[in-house]
């Protein structure tokens, strides 16, 4: 199917273990990001990606990490993760249109 | 310090009347503005934008007016429908930079 997704829907990990969120475009947009969206902060940005192993730090990058060794893939990994970090968490692309596609969301639950 | 403002979190309206979202911004670097609709357990989808050379734009019952000279952006529904009840995010971008998102309003339009 074409589009963008995300990979698991729904995650429920303890404090202290690593996670990792997939998330595929079709589309082969250049830019991807992704935001985590808590009550009353709206979406954050957490990291971007201008193309294939070109990342950068948004607003909200302390304890995750990403990679984009594909332009199609943008995982993001929780290194340890803290019960902070429990969230809704959005993947999103960008191609040569201005407005960004999201994918259907993690809920991610760290206990 | 927050680039993006929506200022109320919730607004109510009646079917049948027209619904206005506002939004601030503080970055004159912004040239491109946008609204997103959000149903529960969804990704953000894309509903309208409007480029800084404009003042407005029509999408159907959907407006988009900016002022820059007041780095206001405002976003009208009518006439507003029960299925345009939604958390609504304005959006600003400027060249090939992210997406900045405000914190979002929750409409909910009363049958």
């Known amino acids: 199917d074409a589009g963008i997704t995300q990979s698991p829907r729904y995650k429920i990990t303890e404090t202290g273990r690593q996670v990792t969120l997939m998330c595929h475009q079709t589309?082969?947009?250049?830019?991807m990001f992704w935001y985590r969206q808590d009550l009353g902060h709206g979406l954050r940005l957490i990291y971007y990606?201008?193309?294939?192993?070109?990342?950068d730090k948004g607003e909200v990058p302390d304890g995750y990490v990403v990679s984009r060794s594909k332009t199609e893939n943008f995982p993001l990994t929780l290194e340890s993760a803290t019960r902070s970090q429990t969230s809704v968490y959005f993947c999103?692309?960008?191609?040569?249109?201005?407005?960004?596609?999201f994918g259907q969301g993690t809920r991610l639950t760290v206990v | 310090d927050q680039q993006v403002k929506q200022n109320s979190p919730s607004l109510s309206v009646q079917e049948g009347r027209i619904s206005i979202l506002n939004c601030d911004y503080t970055?004159?670097?912004?040239?491109?503005f946008l609204w997103y609709k959000k149903y529960p357990a969804e990704g953000p989808t894309f509903l309208i934008s409007?480029?800084?050379?404009?003042d407005k734009n029509e999408d159907g019952r959907f407006t988009v007016f900016l002022n820059k000279s007041a780095k206001h952006l405002s976003l009208h529904i009518v006439p507003s429908q029960p299925g345009d009840s939604a958390v609504y995010f304005c959006?600003?971008?400027?060249?090939?930079?992210?997406?900045?998102f405000g914190k979002g309003t929750r409409l909910s339009v009363i049958a």
């Open positions: 999103a692309s960008i191609g040569g249109k201005t407005e960004a596609f």
């Open positions: 589309w082969s947009h250049s830019y």
């Open positions: 990606s201008a193309a294939a192993d070109i990342t």
């Open positions: 970055n004159s670097m912004f040239d491109y």
């Open positions: 409007i480029s800084s050379i404009k």
């Open positions: 959006a600003e971008r400027g060249g090939n930079t992210p997406l900045v």
